[in-house]
């Protein structure tokens, strides 16, 4: 069964879903079953610096950044998007990333605690929640 909101990954060809709506059935795609992806956090691997960080930024703007230092944004080695999830999973906020663009993005809707995941293209999924 799949839940509302979970990630699931095509261990062959990189397609990454979400689920919508929660269902009973197996996602498959190029006729494998799909993998469930959970984010790494930064206890994991002391050394990574992809950790989705909350901060105010000067003009008092909500922000989450990838890194407390901020992640390179290189062709080859870059965050591909960063997503943030309301605690009550009602709200959902998703922005992509290309090389050279800063990995941050300004929060919307920002209340009360906020989960945020980041993808990079080389170290996979990140997870980190605001206070």
């Known amino acids: ?17 979400q689920v919508i709506l929660s269902g009973e059935g197996e996602l498959v795609c190029c006729g494998e079953p799909m ?11 002391i050394t990574e610096k992809h950790v989705p960080v909350f901060r105010i930024n000067d ?16 062709d080859d080695h870059y965050i591909m998007f960063i997503e943030t999830i309301s605690e009550d999973k009602k709200h959902l906020e998703l922005q992509y990333l290309y090389p050279g663009e800063k990995p941050e993005m300004i ?5 009360g ?3 945020a ?13 605001s206070d």
């Open 1 to 17: 069964m799949t839940e509302r909101l979970e990630l699931y990954r095509c261990d062959i060809c990189g397609n990454l879903v």
């Open 117 to 129: 995941y980041d993808f990079c293209n080389l170290h996979g999924l990140w997870e980190g929640e």
């Open 59 to 74: 003009d008092g703007n909500n922000i989450v950044q990838v890194g407390s230092v901020l992640h390179p944004m290189n």
């Open 35 to 45: 993998k469930l992806v959970k984010g790494k956090h930064q206890e994991e691997m």
């Open 107 to 111: 929060l919307e809707n920002k209340t």
């Open 113 to 115: 605690k906020t989960l």
